[in-house]
């Protein structure tokens, strides 16, 4: 299992500038455009109406009461300290400023802050990229726009096998002119749809922090 995480923990990368909208494909095969005010509407001429998703709008857990802050970005994550532990690169060696694992559980997930700016419509590529360095099969399952508690992040899940084990990668993806940040939690394919909602109450705790706070 520490080979897993380990081998998963060299999906990072970074770099830029956020833009106001994103093209994404719908469930059903359509091509959309997304807008940062939470709307969308298909880039097709025959499906022109605007549709306003609320369902994205998202905000962090009840019981997410502990708020862990991080050291290079004015941004922070607020977690279940009774459901998830979390380990801080003491050297500053990796990538990630914080590790998180599920307690009992095979689900972990890594933070990852840039003080550089990343745009919005870049992420896709720099992540898939990244990807196929150690999972060539890898393949994008879902993405789009959320808004959690207040910030627009890109939202993607990932497929892949590395060394023969099948994940999925499922993350947030954030940028600003303060910084950037990769919030990422994986599993097993085959235990994903059970840990999704844990996977999202984790990432629906990242919020930015009041530098003057």
Same mark, same amino acid.
């Given at each position: 299992?520490?080979?897993?995480?380990?081998?998963?923990?060299?999906?990072?990368?970074?770099?830029?500038?956020?833009?106001?909208?994103?093209?994404?494909?719908?469930?059903?095969?359509?091509?959309?455009?997304?807008?940062?005010?939470?709307?969308?509407?298909?880039?097709?001429?025959?499906?022109?109406?605007?549709?306003?998703?609320?369902?994205?709008?998202?905000?962090?857990?009840?019981?997410?009461?502990?708020?862990?802050?991080?050291?290079?970005?004015?941004?922070?994550?607020?977690?279940?300290?009774?459901?998830?532990?979390? +380990?801080?690169?003491? @050297?500053?060696?990796?990538?990630?400023? %914080?590790?998180?694992? &599920? $307690? =009992?559980?095979?689900?972990?997930?890594?933070?990852?802050?840039?003080?550089?700016?990343?745009?919005?419509?870049?992420?896709?590529?720099?992540?898939?990229?990244?990807?196929?360095?150690?999972?060539?099969?890898?393949?994008?399952?879902? +993405?789009?726009?959320? @808004?959690?508690?207040?910030?627009?992040? %890109?939202?993607?899940? &990932? $497929? =892949?096998?590395?060394?023969?084990?099948?994940?999925?990668?499922?993350?947030?993806?954030?940028?600003?002119?303060?910084?950037?940040?990769?919030?990422?939690?994986?599993?097993?394919?085959?235990?994903?749809?059970?840990?999704?909602?844990?996977?999202?109450?984790?990432?629906?705790?990242?919020?930015?922090?009041?530098?003057?706070?």
């Amino acid at each position: 299992m520490k080979n897993f995480i380990i081998v998963l923990a060299l999906f990072l990368l970074s770099t830029q500038h956020a833009q106001a909208q994103v093209k994404a494909v719908t469930e059903e095969g359509d091509e959309v455009i997304l807008f940062k005010d939470g709307t969308w509407k298909y880039t097709s001429d025959k499906k022109t109406a605007e549709i306003k998703l609320d369902t994205l709008y998202t905000k962090k857990a009840a019981d997410a009461t502990f708020l862990l802050k991080s050291k290079k970005i004015p941004c922070g994550v607020w977690l279940n300290p009774k459901k998830w532990k979390f +380990e801080k690169d003491a @050297n500053d060696t990796e990538p990630n400023e %914080y590790s998180f694992t &599920l $307690n =009992g559980e095979d689900v972990y997930a890594m933070f990852i802050p840039e003080k550089g700016q990343i745009p919005m419509d870049s992420w896709k590529a720099v992540a898939v990229e990244n990807a196929k360095s150690v999972a060539p099969d890898i393949e994008v399952v879902s +993405e789009g726009i959320r @808004n959690v508690n207040g910030i627009d992040v %890109y939202c993607m899940q &990932l $497929n =892949g096998t590395i060394k023969g084990i099948k994940f999925t990668y499922f993350g947030y993806y954030y940028s600003s002119d303060k910084g950037s940040a990769q919030f990422i939690a994986y599993t097993f394919q085959s235990l994903f749809k059970q840990y999704k909602p844990e996977m999202e109450k984790l990432l629906n705790g990242f919020v930015q922090i009041d530098e003057n706070l």
